[in-house]
Structures are given as structure tokens and as C-alpha cells.
């Protein structure tokens, strides 16, 4: 609901504004680097939905309000 133009970037756009490697964000996801190079110039609203559902979290940054040191 409160995406505001989420969907239109692309992953790679999203990653860097998390401060995030590729290598980085694959062992979060538990996925191969390879699997997120592959689909790093894809606009999230054109994943597909195992995947897309996986990956907003985290690049939405909601994973980062839990850290206890922030």
C-alpha cells in the first residue's frame, strides 16, 4: 500500500539504496549470486511472485526496524 513507485524500480536500483551487495542480498535470500544478477535489471513488479514476495522485504527495508542496535 505504501510502496510509493516501488514496483517501477528496478532490483538493482533497490539493493544499492539498501546498502546492499548482490553476494549480500543472495545469502539473505539463500539464493546464488548468480540468481540475483540474472534478475537485477528486472522491475520488481516484473518478478515473479515466489521470488518478488521473498526480495520486497528486504528491499523495502522492514528486516532493518527489527535490528536491536538501530
Known sequence: MFGFG???KTVK???KNQC???KELAQR???DTIDIL???DTKLKDIPE???SKITPILRGD???KMPWL
Do not use: H, Q
Request: proline residues 5%; charged residues 45%; positive net charge.
Open 6 to 8: 516501488l514496483k517501477n
Open 13 to 15: 536500483e533497490l539493493r
Open 20 to 22: 546492499l551487495t548482490a
Open 29 to 31: 535470500l539463500k539464493l
Open 38 to 40: 540474472r534478475i537485477e
Open 50 to 52: 515466489p521470488l518478488k
Open 63 to 65: 528486516d532493518s526496524d
